[in-house]
């Protein structure tokens, strides 16, 4: 075993360490053994501990990966089929381990801050901090888990283990009614997409006769079965990555504490969709009609999402939907064909996704509150997370040179390609649609950004009470390093070592040289380039004259009449509870009374039909003494007379 | 000696004590019935060890004794009994003893 | 027809005639005393067959034990002294029963022994009974002591009413007041 696989193979297995020591500790501290400082004192220890240890590992895979090993060993025969335990590194998986641990480190050291007894805050608030630091370690190693996998059923593990880690942390805040319903909501409906991922994986595996990867990708399927393997991968990878029409869970799973909706959406859960189509690329590749699914798909929501965060007035509502659109131009870009467009966008919507997010809960926690109309004029008080929120807000409306922009050009450019030259393995009307969607979005994407700087961070305050200020150093210094590679990040796209990696994955034939996947840099500068950057000056400077009209008015008001159908992401929650949440509970119930009155009547009915037989029988047998003596003799005369006749004719 | 009429008196003790056990209403009477039945039982042995020839000698005598033992105790605990009904309902019917209502404590 | 067989004829008519007082007279003490005619018959039938040491034990424990006993109970159940109309029930299944049980195995009897004779062996002594009893039926015999121990002790139980478990005997001792509460409760 190389160096380069042992750290792919530690890389999930020292934040699962922590996790499980995390795990042990007292949940609830009071009236434990351990006091509640001294438990809290070692989850964080742990906490940071093994994320710091996986960031450390994921830089050290990424600095030795010269040549991408594969390696693995027998787990498990299933009949015919063999179940591999191993990993499969080429420089994508590195790179976005890199990511991942990036912000779950930030994450970890933001928790310890954020999630503790503010004095603002009732005295026995409970942030029962222990199982939380265990969870988002777990969640890191589900995540790498996924990454570093080289068999789809270790990757499928790592995928359910997430599922169950985004119900823990989104369920965590027990003070918020609405967590319970928004943790069981994503873990439902990312659960009707895992069903779909998981017939995909099973009638790959049996198809190819293994589980691994190298297998998978090598062996000859048949084209039908290719398409509905795709089809039904995609289905878990739209609930996982919340894309339409799976994508209702996300919003609603701000719910949870801040860092974890940045863990979820930068780093974990909704990567993790786009991260296993580009693991299996060239089955997609090969299948282009799930490609074209696909496209539909993301342009829908891309459209969609963007549509709908510019009414939100939650500011972490806003990000959220912000997220799902940002997550339809990866999908976009993957159905265009260039998963490297569609990595490089991910690393950088990771990083600046995280760092929104973080400093978002920098100024929740400052105001006390998640809503937009209540803040505003912030940027004299807090003007570390102003900067901070403007250079994320620049990097996901793609503000030159910000890293946003080098992305979001390197997928528009793809699928421009792919429109106006048909280079892209799906059909061109494909390309014609992410590409239309995504200029589309670019100017949306302008407006909602400069909404949400202009509504939380310039006119007067809102909250007179408030007296908000920069926060305490162990939140400052996450966000703080997270702007460096938000702002930076995209320049690494030019030719050079980085954009050579994300390109160079394990080719599954070692003859076939990726095609589709350009030699040169992912950046590719364009007279087309000045088409979303007059997109994006259209759609900041509509909001900008807006509230330069009236800066206490909140520009969401020139939707009109559309605002409420925006802010209700076009009443699609509406739409999935008739036609998917009532039939369900009224199935529910109609199986609940066929239980209670057929099933459990006709045990409790057998039950009571005994009890009377026995009752009555004892009414029968219980006779007066006199007339159970005289039966008694009676029958003894006559079995005594029949004796006797019966003697008598033998 | 002639066998026969120590035989039929026991038959016919036998049918009368079955005749006083089911025609007898007071409790004290049906026991009195009862020692009919067991006497009559008890000369049918003492008969039949003077005119049958066992293997044993004289085991219908023993066994007669042992009848009257297990009389002696069925008197004593049937009086028992018959004495605490008494106690209990101040009447000792036979026919008037309710079978039909349960114990406390049973159900 | 020999003098055995008159004295048994006799006794065994003076058995039988003396158990029909018994269940049918109206008077309890009188069924009491009819009894003890009807077993001294019977003992004195014993004594004819030869059997003595029976006869004697019927004599002692019968009529003198069982039936004192008997005429206790009557006393204490509060008997009346005259005759009484409600001691019988309907009589025509116990005629009917009793009747048949009675005259078939006489039926059976009669059939089986006809008007043969057998001659009567010398009369027993206690010795040769008591050899059997403590030969070979010495087990049975212990195991009747044990019997007759758990009759005494069972009597003594079902007499006392401070023994045993608490309810059932309160409500036992207490009569039939303390009965009626017991179950309203």
């Known amino acids: 075993m190389s160096t380069t696989t042992l750290l792919g193979v530690l890389l999930p297995v020292v934040p699962l360490v922590a996790s499980l020591a995390g795990l042990l500790l007292p949940p609830s501290p009071r009236g434990a053994t351990i006091g509640q400082e001294t438990a809290r004192r070692a989850a964080v220890a742990l906490g940071v501990a093994g994320a710091a240890g996986a960031f450390a590992l994921a830089v050290a895979l990424l600095a030795t990966l010269d040549d991408p090993p594969e390696s693995s060993t027998t787990w498990i025969e299933l009949g015919g089929l063999t179940v591999t335990a191993g990993v499969r590194l080429d420089g994508a998986a590195a790179l976005v381990a890199v990511a991942v641990t990036t912000v779950a480190l930030a994450v970890q050291v933001y928790s310890t801050g954020y999630l503790k007894r503010g004095p603002h805050d009732d005295v026995d608030v409970d942030h029962r901090y222990p199982p939380y630091a265990a969870q988002v370690s777990l969640f890191t190693a589900a995540m790498l888990l996924v990454v570093v996998s080289g068999d789809l059923i270790l990757l499928l593990v790592g995928w359910e283990v997430m599922g169950l880690c985004s119900y823990l942390l989104i369920a965590h805040d027990r003070r918020l009614p609405e967590a319970p319903a928004a943790a069981m909501k994503a873990f439902l409906v990312t659960r009707v997409g895992d069903v779909g991922f998981l017939l995909g994986i099973a009638l790959l595996g049996v198809s190819a006769g293994s589980f691994r990867i190298a297998d998978v990708l090598a062996h000859d399927h048949g084209t039908g079965t290719l398409t509905a393997a795709c089809l039904l991968l995609l289905a878990g990878v739209a609930g996982k990555s919340a894309q339409f029409p799976l994508h209702t869970w996300l919003p609603d799973a701000m719910a949870g504490p801040t860092p974890i909706s940045a863990l979820i959406h930068a780093a974990t859960m909704v990567a993790a969709g786009v991260y296993a189509v580009t693991r299996l690329w060239p089955l997609f590749e090969a299948a282009p009609t799930a490609l074209a699914v696909l496209g539909v798909m993301a342009s829908i929501t891309l459209l969609l999402g963007a549509l709908a965060a510019t009414a939100q007035d939650d500011i972490k509502r806003v990000l959220a939907w912000s997220t799902v659109s940002q997550i339809g131009y990866m999908t976009g870009a993957l159905a265009v064909g260039s998963p490297p467009a569609a990595l490089f966008h991910l690393l950088t919507h ?71 030259h048909g280079d892209g393995p799906a059909p061109a009307w494909v390309g014609w649609l992410v590409w239309l969607a995504g200029l589309v979005g670019v100017a949306l994407t302008a407006w909602y950004a400069t909404r949400l700087l202009l509504r939380t961070f310039f006119g007067e305050s809102r909250d007179p009470l408030a007296h908000p200020h920069d926060p305490p150093a162990v939140l400052r210094w996450p966000v703080l ?48 380039v000045l088409l979303p950057l007059a997109l994006l000056v259209i759609g900041a400077g509509l909001a900008w004259v807006r509230w330069r009209r009236d800066d206490t008015a909140d520009p969401a008001a020139a939707l009109g009449p559309l605002r409420p159908v925006f802010a209700r992401a076009f009443r699609l929650d509406d739409v999935q509870h008739t036609l998917v949440v009532r039939p369900t509970t009224a199935l529910g119930r109609v199986a609940r009374t066929v239980d209670e009155r057929v099933v459990d009547g006709t045990v409790t009915g057998t039950g009571r039909a005994a009890r009377a037989l026995g009752g009555g029988l004892g009414t029968l047998h219980r006779a007066a003494l006199p007339r159970a003596v005289t039966a008694v003799l009676a029958g003894a005369l006559l079995i005594g007379l029949a004796a006797a006749l019966i003697g008598v004719s033998a | 000696m002639r066998p026969v009429i120590p035989y039929v008196t026991a038959a016919l003790l036998f049918g009368l004590g079955v005749y006083g056990v089911l025609r007898r209403r007071n409790a004290v009477l049906v026991l009195m019935a009862v020692e009919l039945m067991l006497n009559a039982v008890n000369l049918i042995l003492i008969t039949a060890d003077t005119t049958v020839q066992a293997v044993l000698p004289h085991g219908g005598q023993v ?20 004495l605490q009904l008494y106690r209990m309902r101040a009447d000792v019917a036979v026919d008037r003893i309710p079978l039909s209502e349960q114990p406390e404590g049973q159900r | 027809m020999t003098g055995v067989d008159a004295l048994l004829l006799a006794l065994g008519a003076l058995a039988v005639g003396s158990a029909v007082l018994v269940v049918t007279t109206r008077h309890l003490v009188r069924a009491g005393l009819y009894l003890v005619v009807c077993l001294g018959a019977v003992a004195g039938m014993y004594l004819v067959l030869t059997a003595e040491l029976v006869a004697w034990v019927q004599v002692l424990i019968y009529v003198g034990a069982v039936v004192v006993l008997l005429l206790f109970a009557v006393m204490l159940t509060r008997a009346p002294v005259g005759a009484s109309d409600d001691l019988d029930r309907p009589g025509w299944p116990a005629a009917l029963i009793g009747g048949g049980v009675g005259l078939g195995l006489a039926a059976l009897l009669v059939d089986a022994y006809r008007w043969t004779t057998v001659e009567l062996p010398e009369a027993g002594s206690a010795e040769r009974i008591g050899a059997q009893v403590f030969g070979s039926w010495v087990l049975p015999f212990e195991v009747l002591s044990v019997l007759l121990l758990s009759a005494l002790v069972g009597a003594i139980v079902l007499s006392r009413p401070d023994i045993g478990s608490a309810g059932a005997d309160r409500s036992a001792g207490d009569g039939p007041a303390t009965e009626d509460r017991e179950r309203s409760r």
Not at chain 1, 365 to 382: D, E, K, Y
Not at chain 1, 487 to 515: E, I, M
């Open chain 2, 63 to 82: 066994f007669a004794l042992f009848v009257i033992v297990l009389a002696a105790a069925e008197i004593g605990v049937g009086l028992a009994i018959v």
């Open chain 1, 481 to 528: 390093v997270l702007a460096v590679p938000a702002a930076l990040l995209g320049l690494a796209g030019f030719p050079g070592w980085f954009s050579t990696q994300l390109q160079r994955s394990l080719p599954a034939d070692p003859d076939a040289v990726s095609n589709l996947m350009p030699p040169d840099g992912l950046i590719h500068l364009s007279p087309t």
């Open chain 1, 350 to 420: 990771a990083a600046f996704k995280a760092l929104l997010f973080l400093a978002a809960g920098a100024v929740i926690h400052a105001v006390g509150t998640t809503l937009m109309s209540r803040m505003g004029g912030l940027r004299q008080s807090m003007p570390v997370t102003f900067w901070c929120t403007l250079i994320g807000l620049g990097a996901l409306a793609g503000v030159p040179p910000l890293s946003g922009f080098w992305s979001k050009e390197g997928v528009l450019a793809a699928a421009e390609g792919a429109a106006l």
